[in-house]
């Protein structure tokens, strides 16, 4: 009876804390979206930033909730990724304001900003791409143990190189800041975001070569990992 009544009382806090969380991406999108369309030309490049995030983080959630529906939680919005991603998204906002202040130039060059938003739509595609490719297969953390309906993805995107979701947000993350006209934050980012795709990408590999064995090093000597310098783990 009680264990009944406090599964209901997780499941309700679960439900509020998807749908407060979808009302507040829904609305900066829209605010988003009426900084491009409505205000001075000088707060563009802000208004594609605002609604290139809050899709990107809605979609994360509409995405799994098709593949993975089973592991849908509030944290599928990816919204509470880690302290470093928080930090990161607040020393791109400074840097933003900052430099508009001092030289507000700087933050209206359209053809830079345009050359991010590229980034971010083909990285966003190329991300929801692999996460549907791999369907069930994927997830958003690392598997320590092979699940029973666990398999080896090779084909569609995954035929061009072995991990496109980490390809499609590494880029996406760096488009983030090119839209913003954040030259600082443009570099750091790509270091960052580099530095920590090597890392999970030779964690992953480790994994991946325990699971499948021959079978992935046949894929490895086939397909690279699509992330610029970074070859994964050759056990």
């Known amino acids: 009876m ?6 209901k009382k997780f499941c309700e806090e679960q439900i509020h804390q998807i749908v407060w969380r979808s009302i507040l991406l829904g609305v900066a999108l829209a ?18 930033y605002i609604s290139i995030m809050s899709f990107f983080h809605f979609s994360e959630f ?14 599928s919005f990816l919204l509470s990724h880690s302290k470093a991603y928080g930090i990161a998204a607040l020393t791109s906002w400074i840097e933003y304001l900052i430099e508009l202040w001092i030289f507000p130039g700087l933050k209206s060059v359209p053809w830079v900003s345009g050359i991010g938003l590229f980034l971010c739509l083909g ?5 929801k791409t692999a996460m549907l490719t791999a369907f069930h297969n994927f997830d958003h953390l690392i598997r320590t143990r092979r699940e029973e309906h666990h398999q080896l993805v090779t084909s569609g995107i995954y035929s061009l190189c072995r991990h496109p979701s980490y390809v499609g947000w590494f880029y996406w993350s760096i488009g983030t800041q090119i839209i913003l006209c954040n030259p600082l934050c443009a570099i ?4 960052a975001s580099w530095k920590f795709f090597h890392e999970r ?35």
């Not at 605010?31 to 594609?48: A, D, P, R, V």
């Open 62 to 75: 509409m995405v799994t909730s098709i593949i993975r529906p089973k592991n849908l939680t509030p944290e």
């Open 31 to 48: 605010f988003g979206l009426q900084i491009y369309f409505f205000c001075n030309q000088q707060y563009f490049s802000l208004g594609w």
């Open 201 to 235: 990408v030779f964690e992953e590999e480790m994994t991946l070569l325990h699971f499948f064995g021959s079978e992935y090093v046949a894929y490895q000597s086939k397909v690279p990992t699509g992330l610029p310098l970074i070859h994964g783990y050759n056990g």
């Open 123 to 127: 990285g966003e595609i190329f991300r």
């Open 188 to 191: 750091a980012y790509t270091i």
């Open 2 to 7: 009680l264990e009944g009544i406090a599964m």
